[in-house]
């Protein structure tokens, strides 16, 4: 039987809705609880009183976490703006070893700050069981039985003795948790879920969590001050083509592995990034690759987090991403074009430490290569292109407008290494005054890096 919930708490969800939508609101309600028929009840109640059009709705099983692109389904489904994103569990029914809650606590914590301070309303429910609660008892519990169970779940994190130690270290300013007992019928859970919902909305628009404040500070080497630009390659073709079929084993390797690999190339105009990218691929077969050429957010990249966009493009297992500029955006371009405001570039280091850290814990092998020249080879290579009709395509007017900030550019990307080269994701410096020497090393760098984990 459906929950029969008032008139005019009908009417407020409906209105608040619509405030989403017209607001560009951006909404994820998490469900978490130990019964998991009565969660799939309280969940599809609550969807039966919104506008399917604009609601997402996510499941997310104990067995998902299947490969490294799995572990971050939860941020490629997270609400775009204007939206609601129902997701029914969550990362907390990911927890299989109770021993290990603490260190995934931090991660859990850092995933749902980013989503806050990036502008999404968190609401967390959890769908408190009573003692003793027996789901077939349709007379005492009035939540009906349902085919759809997909999965009946063992959530060793929900258990009696562990969901208050959870609730407590989780429950945070940006993003509480709200307990809802189960043992009433389900009307009464549903207007409960219904007004948290619209509290929760309310508060968070009217009184922004306090944000702490951040700066972006060098915490390790800077490998870019050491770089030797009058390297030349020696042997060029003997070596790349050594490199070339040894890059082609490992990535067989790779496929057969439980390891996945994202390769990003950041680094001065015409440094050489198309050019290295070319050399890597024509080495690995098209079936265990993606290339992905990062430009400013457009469509619906633009309405949803900065990080979004990369979390969609996570390699499978097995499979390899090369990005042709990435998530760096957020801690060059878009601070100096004023494309984020200052409180967004000053905790932009510690988001992507912690999404990177992810990914190393997820099986990800990353390899982060800024390509260097200096500004008197930049110019060389913008006046070849220039009188190339083949490559001018490639040189424009922002790139001579950037050329023109080059100081307050190399400002920029000393802070953001120092700033991120950690040691589950280092930054790889490359001379790339001479293309080839720089070729070279990429491929090295890539080789040896696969064969020290694959070994």
């Known amino acids: 039987m459906a929950a029969q919930v008032s008139q005019e708490l009908e009417d407020e969800i409906t209105l608040m809705q619509r405030r989403i939508v017209d607001e560009q609101l951006a909404v994820l309600i998490i469900f978490e609880g130990r019964n998991e ?12 009183f919104l506008d399917p059009r604009s609601v997402t709705y996510s499941h997310f099983t104990a067995g998902s976490m299947r490969s490294p692109r799995d572990f971050f389904r939860p941020m490629a489904h997270e609400p775009a703006k204007g939206k609601i994103a129902v997701y029914d569990r969550s990362w907390y029914s990911w927890i299989k070893s109770v021993k290990k809650m ?50 009946e779940g063992d959530y060793p994190v929900w258990g ?23 043992e009433t019928n389900l009307t009464n859970v549903t207007e409960n879920v219904i007004r948290i919902f619209l509290d929760r909305i309310r508060g968070r628009t009217e009184s922004k969590p306090r944000i702490p404040k951040e700066s972006v500070v060098p915490l390790y080497p800077n490998p870019r001050k050491d770089l030797d630009l009058s390297k030349t390659a020696d042997k060029y073709k003997k070596e790349l083509e050594k490199l070339t079929a040894e890059l082609n084993r490992l990535q067989y390797r790779l496929a057969k592995s439980d390891l996945s690999l994202v390769i990003l190339f950041e680094g001065w105009d015409a440094a050489g990034k198309g050019g290295t990218i070319k050399r890597v691929t ?43 500029r990435s998530w760096y955006g957020r801690m060059m371009v878009e601070p100096i074009e004023k494309f984020c405001t200052e409180a967004e570039y000053d905790r932009s280091a510690r988001e992507i430490r912690s999404f990177e850290k992810q990914m190393a814990g997820s099986r990800c092998i990353i390899l982060k290569f800024w390509m260097e020249i200096s500004k008197d080879e930049q110019l060389a ?37 120092s700033a991120t080269n950690t040691e589950y994701a280092p930054w790889i410096a490359v001379e790339s005054e001479d293309k080839k020497y720089g070729r070279l090393k990429v491929l090295k760098t890539i080789v040896d890096a696969l064969s020290e984990r694959l070994d």
């Open 160 to 182: 009696r003795k562990t969901s208050s130690r959870v609730i407590s270290a989780t429950g945070t300013e940006f993003a509480p948790w709200d307990i809802i007992k189960t």
């Open 282 to 324: 024509r080495a690995l077969n098209p079936r265990g690759y993606y290339v992905n050429p990062v430009a400013a957010p457009t469509g619906a990249e633009s309405l949803h987090t900065y990080l979004w966009r990369f979390a969609v493009r996570m390699p499978k297992t097995g499979h390899i991403s090369i990005y042709d």
């Open 102 to 151: 603490d260190s995934i606590f931090e991660s859990i914590s850092s995933l749902e700050r980013y989503f806050a301070e990036n502008g999404i309303i968190l609401i967390k429910i959890f769908l408190d069981s009573a003692e003793g609660e027996d789901v077939t008892d349709k007379k005492r519990t009035s939540y009906p039985d349902d085919t759809f169970l997909s999965d």
């Open 37 to 48: 028929r009565v969660q799939e009840s309280v969940v599809n109640e609550f969807l039966n």
């Open 381 to 417: 290579r913008f006046k070849a292109r220039e009188e190339n009709p083949v490559k001018r395509y490639k040189i424009t007017e922002e790139d001579w407008r950037n050329r023109e900030k080059w100081d307050i550019y190399e400002e920029y990307i000393d802070r953001m290494i």
